[in-house]
């Protein structure tokens, strides 16, 4: 057994500083690295510029020498079962426990967006379909479950989740986020980190920051962004992840800020991260960041270079192979161009987190952390989350007649679209089946390893007694138009035609959406416009139904189509999730987390608007009005708003106020309603939206059932970064505003803040506490 993990009733600390006292600079550096092994082997990408690090690990005794940081990927490189990844995995930890003369293990890492990224695990709804239910404790349920089944298998941290908020709709990753209103991705990905956390498994944060602004929505682009916007809307859901969810590693963003890339950005990395906001974990660099600051950011010119000034800026460990933190990085040290106490520093944040996952303990064995034998990763407890998760995210943009549900006499039924046949169609791209698959074509061709029905399977279980035709009328991206006459022919001889169009995510160009998978601009793929065009004009009621990563331009279809469905990937359980809601034995409940445009190519921003962000008329030609608003979402049901009431009139800037009304199920069957409250500072010192989220809850409700939602609201969350960039409560009037969305609001009130101006920090309120009480 090494010396190294000797000592069990040594503090943590104690015991960190010994080994760093005996280590060599070669050791130091090495527990700062990391080794991908077997990513040779991969014909395709599953990283930007994978074949920069290529064979870097391939002699894993070589790389592994002195030690490793990290252990890339074992179950998510290539497809492998769980006992054989289980066993794999042990043998890699026995040599650095055994060949190395610290015996010191690795940590494991895997992504886990959509699930466990491995062959045959559960893949539930992408991001964006979670944050569409606004349903944290769900999001929380699930992110436990993920985490269950990694620490079973020997996984020590996720690389997730995605706390980036979208400001462009156009940009590929749109599917990995929380959606475009920083309290909604905050609220969310906290819940998503104390459900990963609370299983013992590390959870990741990122990008850290300002990733999904790139300009024109191009991956890795540059960020033309204020430090005013960066504050308010960027930096707030890291902030409450970090210190509310109490996560333990954070990921730098691949792009530079105003010429800064945030892996050389000491302000960020140590400034806000450390010393403002108290983390105390490590930072992991997103795959390859660090090199791209020689290869693609030129703020370097050599990989020792790049490495110090990640080093510098407070990026402990490089990932996903050492490239920049080996031998590049110890020439400068030893050359005293670099102070060791940097490395050191680093060190002893990533061996500090190895002492907390158990891994310096004496008695620790691969075994112990993960036994051998058959783990199955998608077990029933896994898919009725997946099922609860895809249910509750199907957003009812649009019903024109009650045409949905589906009439129980309907007898004849047109299927048509490419996502109708599909089931990876209902997968993230960070899904393994979408993944990984495609690079092994002969698995592709067995199906994703777990069970999924397509909407076609799914609705023709759901609906026994209908004759149901299915035409594919085009693919989802190219441009061949060959079947969309046998399309039209076959909604022209139904009652009904039910349009399935959308995306298949993907990778770096080989998707629609997904990494790498950018769009010029929100027309639907390919020509999946002009299939739904023809489809209208076939004289037979056409339900749109828009299986997607990203909201598409809908505004030409709304007032045509009998009824409209927003799906954004809705995982594992999508297509019987997909046939209950079209069926009516699932009552839809999921709001917009994004706005769905009217316009292809009409303006990118958010609902987050200023006065002039939005329909001012005079000033422009072009109306940026969304075809469906922030927060909206149909029901089969009816629920009314009333008694409004405020506990006060007036509360000190640093006071809190209850804000409640009652919310009652006012149709004939039970459903579920998210409660959003809003709140609008008319006049403060510098430009401020006209409506922002404060809070919000999804509430259950029976016909006839009412129910009292009420919010405790504290002056803190109406605070901003103000005109001298100090954060600040500032006295005056707030609107208060509730209701079904951002534009359909039922109630409004107002209340002052008076009392002197206060400057807050880390330390302010963040949330907005919610009760829902029964009415009897």
């Known amino acids: ?212 602004a790139s300009r024109a929505a191009r991956n890795h682009a540059p960020v033309s962004m204020g430090r005013r916007e960066f504050a308010d809307v960027i930096l707030p859901p890291f902030e409450m992840a970090v210190r509310d969810g109490g996560a333990r590693s954070v990921m730098n963003s691949y792009a530079d800020i105003d010429g800064v890339p945030a892996g050389a950005d000491t302000s960020l990395l140590t400034g806000i991260l450390r010393d403002e906001w108290g983390f105390t974990g490590t930072v992991v660099s997103d795959y390859g960041s660090i090199a791209f600051l020689r290869t693609m950011h030129r703020v370097a010119d050599t990989p020792g270079a790049a490495g110090a000034a990640a080093l510098r800026a407070g990026i402990d460990l490089e990932l996903p192979d050492s490239f920049c933190y080996g031998e590049p990085l110890a020439e400068l040290v030893r050359a005293g161009e670099v102070s060791e106490a940097l490395v050191d520093r680093a060190v002893r944040r990533v061996l500090s987190q190895k002492a907390d996952l158990g891994l310096l303990d004496a008695d620790w064995a691969p075994e112990a952390d993960a036994p051998e034998g058959t783990v199955d990763l998608d077990p029933p407890a896994n898919r009725e989350i997946a099922r609860l998760l895809a249910e509750h995210s199907i957003v009812l943009l649009q019903n024109r007649g009650a045409t949905l549900p589906l009439a129980g006499d309907l007898r004849s039924l047109a299927l048509v ?10 997968f993230g791209c960070y899904a393994f089946p979408n993944h990984v698959l495609p690079h092994h074509p002969e698995l592709l061709a067995q199906g994703p390893g777990i069970r999924a029905d397509s909407l076609i399977q799914a609705l023709v279980a759901e609906l026994p007694d209908t004759g149901i035709r299915f035409e594919r009328g085009c693919p989802v991206s190219e441009e061949d138009r060959s079947g969309i006459a046998a399309a039209v022919e076959a909604a022209r001889q139904a009652e009904l035609c039910v349009a399935v169009v959308g995306d298949r995510a993907g990778l770096f160009g080989a998707g629609t959406s997904g990494e790498g998978c950018d769009a010029p601009d929100l027309s639907l793929p390919g020509v999946q416009g002009e299939l739904v065009e023809a489809l209208l004009e076939s004289g037979t009621p056409v339900v749109l139904v828009v299986v997607s990563g990203r909201p598409y331009a809908l505004g030409s279809y709304a007032d045509r189509a009998a009824a409209i469905v927003q799906a954004f990937f809705p995982g594992e359980e999508g297509g019987p999730a997909l046939a209950g809601v079209l069926s009516g034995r699932v009552n839809p409940s999921g709001k917009l987390p994004v706005q769905v445009p009217a316009a292809a190519g009409g303006a990118p921003g958010t609902y987050l608007q200023p006065p002039l962000g939005s329909n001012s008329r005079g000033v422009s030609n072009l109306d940026p009005t969304p075809a469906f608003p922030f927060g909206h979402g149909h029901s089969y049901t009816t629920f009314s708003y009333r008694e409004l009431g405020l506990s006060a009139e007036e509360i000190p800037t640093d006071g809190e106020v209850e804000i409640s009304c009652v919310i009652e199920n006012t149709g004939d069957r039970a459903g579920a309603e998210v409660v959003q409250f809003y709140f609008d500072d008319p006049v403060a010192q510098v430009v401020r939206p006209v409506i922002q989220l404060a809070g919000f809850a999804r509430v259950e409700l029976s016909p006839g059932e009412r129910k009292r939602v009420g919010f405790r609201f504290h002056a803190d969350r109406t605070s901003f970064t103000g005109a001298d960039l100090r954060r600040v409560v500032e006295p005056g009037e707030i609107t208060v505003l509730i209701g079904s969305s951002s534009t359909d609001i039922r109630l409004r009130g107002r209340f002052r803040l008076s009392g002197p101006e206060r400057q807050v920090g880390h330390e302010r309120v963040l949330s907005t506490p919610v009760r829902v009480q029964d009415i009897l």
Not at 46 to 73: C, E, I, K
Not at 417 to 426: E, L, N, Q, R, T
């Open 417 to 426: 679209g490419p996502c109708a046949d599909d089931p990876y169609a209902f």
């Open 1 to 212: 057994m090494s010396a190294a993990r000797n000592a069990p009733t040594r503090s943590h600390d104690a015991r960190v500083e010994d080994l760093i006292a005996r280590m060599t600079l070669e050791e130091k550096l090495a527990q700062l690295g990391s080794a991908w092994v077997g990513v040779a082997q991969v014909s395709g990408d599953v990283a930007p510029m994978q074949d920069v690090f290529a064979g870097h690990s391939d002699d894993f005794a070589q790389a592994g020498r002195n030690g490793l940081g990290h252990l890339t990927r074992s179950f998510g490189t290539k497809p492998v079962e769980p006992a054989e990844g289980i066993r794999r995995l042990h043998e890699l930890q026995r040599f650095l426990t055994g060949s190395t003369r610290l015996g010191i293990p690795a940590i494991a890492h895997e992504e886990c967006l959509t699930g466990f990224t491995t062959h045959g695990a559960s893949v539930y709804p992408a991001s964006i379909a979670w944050a569409a239910t606004f349903e944290p404790g769900l999001v929380e349920r699930m992110a436990r479950a993920i985490g269950s089944d990694m620490r079973r298998v020997g996984v020590h941290q996720g690389l997730s989740p995605v706390l980036d908020v979208v400001r462009d709709y156009r940009w590929g990753r749109v599917e990995e986020t929380l959606g475009e209103d920083p309290y909604l991705v905050a609220v969310l990905g906290t819940a998503y980190v104390r459900g990963l956390e609370g299983t013992g498994v590390i959870a990741t944060l990122k990008h850290f920051a300002g990733y999904s």
